[in-house]
Structure formats: C-alpha cells, structure tokens
C-alpha cells in the first residue's frame, strides 16, 4: 500500500537512516516543523498549509505527490547490502588512534585506554566464556535495528572504560540485559545499574561514601564501561542520527553502584527480584530523568515525600536510593521491608487527575491504555480532574539502600525497574 | 610504535532491499487512512489534516485510525487498514 510518513524536521537524518537501514532508502517522507506538542489546531494546519522545512516544497504536495508519484527504478529495487565491523581497526600509533575513535565518536570525548589485542586478551581472562559467544543484541530504541554483540565486544568496550578483567562479567550481565544505556529517546534517558551479591565484594565495589559518584575505581568503570558499550555495540549514539534527547543526561557517564547490603535493614534487592542472597546479580533502571534529594525521615517526612513525588515526572517510575542511616529511621517508624514503604508511598505519592494526565509523555504512553480499559489507567481517565490519584503502584517503585552514614541523606531517581541478571552466569 | 586495536562497534543485521509499494494514479475516491502514532498532539494534527482534505479533496474519503496502544505494534489495525484502505499518511513522528 502506498505510504508517507510525516516527521517533524529535527529527524530527517534520522528518518532518512532507518529507511536505508530498512531497505527502502526511496521511503516517501514530509516533514512539518518541531514541535506539534503544545502547537493549537489553527498552528498546526499552518503546518500542513506551508512549507515542508526539509525540502522546502509546500507540506501537502510531498505528501499527495509521496501517494501519486509513480515508481523510479530505486523504487522498485530498494537497496540491500551486507554491512560488517572489522576485529581490528589498520594499525597506528597511540596519538592517530586516540584520534580515530574521537572522530569516530567511539568514545565519551574523555580519554580511552585503547583496546589493544593485549589488553582484550587480558580482559577476556576475567570469564569463562568464548570470545565469540553472542551475548546478545542492542538498539538505541524499540523501532531501530538490532546490532547484535560477541563476548569478544564487549570486552574490547570493558578494557577502553579501564575496567579490570575481574569486571567483566558484571559488565557482561549488563550488556546481556538488553537495555541500552543510551537510548535515543528525545527524552534524554540514562539507564542507571545496581549491583548486588558477593561479586561486589570481590572486586571491590564500595557502597559506602560517595557511592554515586566518582570515588571507586570498579562502581565508576563499570558504569563508563555499560555506557560506552551501549553506544558501540547497538551501532552509535550519534547526535542527530542515533541519538536525539534534547537535553542530554550526565549520567550517560558513569551510573552503576552496589547495594549496601551489609549496612541496609532490608533484604536486598536481588533477593526481591527472587534471587539467593549468595547470588550476584546486576539489575538495571531506565530514566535517570530527574533527580530529587532530601534528609529523613525527620518530623514533616509525609509532607516532604508527598512533595516529592508530586515533582516526579508521571511516566517514570523512581528509584528511591536511601542511605543506611534514613533507612533505619523508616525501619523505626514501623516500615520493616521496602514493600510497606512503597505501599507507603504509591498510597501517599498523588496527583490530581488534571496534572497527571497534562504530561507529553503520559499522553503517549498510557492514554491509549487508558481509552481502550487497560487498568490502572482506565481508572485514572475517569477521575475527575481535581481528584487525587496514585501516580505509581507500589510495585514500581524500586528502594534500594547505599551511602557512607555521614548524612541520614536520600535520593530519588527517574529509574524505572527493567530487569535483573545474573553476573554468575558470565563469570 | 604502532599499535594493534579492535574495533569496538557490535555487528550490524543485513539489510535486505524491499521495493516501495505500487503509487495510486490519482486518490479520488481512495480511502486514505491517517494513521495517528499516538504521540502528544498528533491526533489534532490528524484531525486538522482529515479537516484539510474535507475542504480541498472532498473526492478522497480520508479516515482517522489509531493503534491501539503507543510504540507497539497493532497488527488488527494494519489488518484493517489493508483491508479498507488504498493508502496510508503515518504521524506524526517526532
């Protein structure tokens, strides 16, 4: 059946790369320009009456034209051709290949350590398994191409983060997840990881002061390493191309840490997920959004978690990372698991229908839901506006516990639970 | 010195050439669907384009359709868009 896609202009490189990547470079496509959210009816039909921003011909002509326009020989053969990715790139000394992987946007923009064959070698040392073993697959969102990955890759993005071989197979684990940590989203995501298990003892991950930030040499490298890998293995995190948020996101970095399980008045994590306490395990959140803080639970905490969660973004589930000492201050108020503090919070963490559903996102992604009777949402559509409704269920809010005791401290993240993944089976 | 270095990229599918479908020679009486992705305000845009051919191309019967849910496939709504339809406008796509 004849087709046009419409895009706003923003995206062509974009729109004009998946098409090729699909095989039909020729793809008939309009474009109208950015944004549509928030444009009213007479804006956006001064869109469809003026000037496609790509081809600078009127809107309406590439689309009837796009439906009408008989076929060219491109048309008719589309195109297909094998693509590949070399082992190893032509030799050079340390400068000029500094400078490749620069060029080739390979890298963060912060030095590399280059993966030589050397140090791969070494690295892959800190697993069982084969160089090439397929781990899996990558995409920087749903609708784009797969790149698929070998143990070899993801060894060679291990040793360019500085990771040592004893980290490979938590980084495996997080490769092996399926979730990129550099979604294209126009959103700006970041996907943070937590590690639980006794691997964090082994390779000496600390939970302790400063935990999310750069002061570990394995909860840092781990984490360049998984943004680093994302970026390659899923076949760029270009902007314009492969990668569109508007804002970008520093935890695109570095954004992996270990649960302070010792320290914590909770069973971990992991073993929520229903995994053994002796299990290692790696366990990754998509967002990183929005960051909110505070101290607690100090006399006005329900007022303040309140406030809180009235400041999340409504599509995206957090994750509450709760120093030990904050921690045992909810245990003494009578929350003895995390579950009863999420119950807690979904119960208590309201919006009125009118703000939950004016969000660009919500609109999107549950709406549709919520028109065709899917619950929670369907629910939430018939409340009145000013009535106040759950932002969250219990069960998607994530409470982990890390930090050094210095400050009864707590942090809340944009960090939806995705999925968790044993790092034993990639040692 | 020169040194030896892997290439850290992943491996890409083939990609497979498909050929575009067959043009119409004119939409006067064709049923067009306009698909709406479900983005935020895509379904004004929709409406403000079914508005558009209501007023200009009143010959070609232009339908507002939408899947059922936003970044997922909807094979019933292609199945009836198939169907029905004798083409397709998609968007908005950001």
């Given at each position: 059946m004849p087709t046009v896609a419409v895009h706003t202009d923003p995206f062509a490189r974009l729109a004009r790369a998946t098409a090729l990547a699909n095989g039909m470079p020729t793809a008939r496509q309009a474009f109208v320009p950015q944004p549509v959210v928030g444009r009213t009816p007479p804006q956006l039909r001064g869109y469809i009456e003026g000037v496609d921003p790509v081809s600078k011909r009127p809107f309406i002509q590439e689309v009837l034209e796009g439906l009408t326009r008989p076929l060219d020989d491109k048309d008719l053969k589309g195109v297909a051709f094998e693509r590949s990715t070399p082992r190893l790139v032509p030799p050079g000394t340390e400068e000029d290949l500094q400078q490749l992987f620069i060029e080739n946007k390979w890298t963060d923009f912060l030095p590399v350590i280059l993966p030589t064959e050397e140090r791969v070698a070494a690295m892959l040392r800190g697993t069982s398994h084969k160089p090439d073993e397929v781990v899996g697959r990558l995409a920087p969102t749903a609708f784009r191409e797969a790149w698929e990955f070998t143990v070899e890759k993801v060894a060679v993005n291990a040793v360019m983060a500085g990771c040592r071989p004893e980290y490979l197979p938590v980084v495996l684990a997080l490769a092996a997840s399926g979730q990129t940590a550099r979604s294209s989203s126009t959103t700006s995501f970041a996907t943070l990881a937590m590690v639980n298990g006794p691997i964090r003892n082994e390779i000496g991950m600390d939970s302790g002061i400063g935990v999310l930030g750069p002061f570990n040499h394995a909860n840092a490298t781990i984490g360049r390493a998984y943004n680093l890998l994302s970026q390659n293995l899923q076949g760029g995190s270009v902007p314009g191309e492969t990668y569109m948020g508007s804002l970008g996101n520093w935890y695109n970095y570095s954004a992996c840490f270990p649960e302070a399980e010792e320290r914590s008045p909770w069973p971990p994590f992991h073993v929520q997920k229903g995994f053994k306490a002796e299990e290692s395990v790696a366990s990754v959140f998509f967002g990183g959004r929005y960051t909110l803080a505070g101290f607690g639970p100090r006399e006005t905490w329900r007022e303040e978690f309140r406030r809180v969660f009235a400041a999340?973004?409504?599509?995206?589930?957090?994750?509450?990372?709760?120093?030990?000492?904050?921690?045992?201050?909810?245990?003494?108020?009578?929350?003895?698991?995390?579950?009863?503090?999420?119950?807690?919070?979904?119960?208590?963490?309201?919006?009125?229908?009118?703000?939950?559903?004016?969000?660009?996102?919500?609109?999107?992604?549950?709406?549709?839901?919520?028109?065709?009777?899917?619950?929670?949402?369907?629910?939430?559509?018939?409340?009145?506006?000013?009535?106040?409704?759950?932002?969250?269920?219990?069960?998607?809010?994530?409470?982990?516990?890390?930090?050094?005791?210095?400050?009864?401290?707590?942090?809340?993240?944009?960090?939806?639970?995705?999925?968790?993944?044993?790092?034993?089976?990639?040692? | 010195m020169k040194l030896s270095v892997h290439d850290p990229r992943g491996y890409p599918p083939k990609v497979t050439g498909k050929r575009l479908a067959p043009r119409l020679q004119s939409l006067d009486g064709k049923v067009v669907y306009l698909v709406d992705c479900l983005f935020d305000n895509s379904e004004a845009f929709m409406n403000q384009l079914l508005d558009w051919f209501g007023e200009h191309l009143p010959a070609v019967n232009a339908r507002i359709i939408k899947p059922r849910q936003s970044w997922v496939d909807d094979p019933d709504m292609r199945k009836r868009v198939e169907a029905e339809g004798q083409a397709a406008i998609l968007g908005v796509g950001l």
């Open positions: 999340c973004e409504q599509h995206l589930a957090p994750l509450l990372v709760l120093d030990p000492i904050a921690a045992r201050g909810f245990v003494e108020l009578g929350f003895d698991n995390k579950e009863k503090l999420a119950e807690w919070l979904s119960d208590n963490g309201r919006l009125s229908a009118r703000e939950y559903w004016d969000n660009q996102w919500v609109q999107t992604l549950f709406r549709s839901l919520a028109v065709a009777g899917v619950e929670p949402y369907a629910a939430k559509y018939k409340a009145k506006p000013d009535e106040l409704i759950r932002v969250y269920e219990p069960s998607q809010i994530s409470i982990a516990v890390a930090g050094g005791e210095t400050q009864g401290a707590w942090r809340m993240f944009g960090g939806r639970y995705v999925k968790s993944v044993s790092v034993d089976a990639w040692r | -």
